[in-house]
Nanobody
Framework: VQLQASGGGLVRAGDSLRLSCTASGGTFRRYYMGWFRRTPGTERTYVGGIDRSGRRKNYADSVKGRFTISRDNARNTVYLQMNGLKFEDTAIYYC????????????????WGRGTLVTVSS
């Protein structure tokens, strides 16, 4: 499975941004999908995950109430809607796919996208 994330950019604190991640080379609906992020000098951390159907989701405490994950299985795409962005949300965001659940914080996944940079100015 190949994953391609897009939608990153430079925004101001309080703005919104939507990231997309499109999958190819596999049966998208068979995979849990997740979003992770990494800032310089830190480990990649879990942002949230969504189950195969899109009905169940989970989020890191730091983004709950501000970020929303959704998926469109017909388009092989998972989204991360980010509202109320904060300076500390600045990071490279990665999407991930796994046949096992991504509905709780993990550090590993079967497949990773290359990441898209989100920069939030204060």
């Amino acid at each position: 499975v190949q994953l391609q994330a897009s939608g990153g950019g430079l925004v101001r604190a309080g703005d919104s941004l939507r990231l997309s991640c499109t999958a190819s080379g596999g049966t998208f609906r068979r995979y849990y999908m997740g979003w992770f992020r990494r800032t310089p000098g830190t480990e990649r951390t879990y942002v949230g995950g969504i189950d195969r159907s899109g009905r169940r989701k989970n989020y890191a405490d730091s983004v709950k109430g501000r970020f929303t994950i959704s998926r469109d299985n017909a388009r092989n795409t998972v989204y991360l809607q980010m509202n109320g962005l904060k300076f500390e949300d600045t990071a490279i965001y990665y999407c991930a796919a796994d046949s096992r659940t991504l509905l709780f914080p993990r550090s590993s996944a079967n497949y990773w996208g290359r990441g898209t940079l989100v920069t939030v100015s204060s």
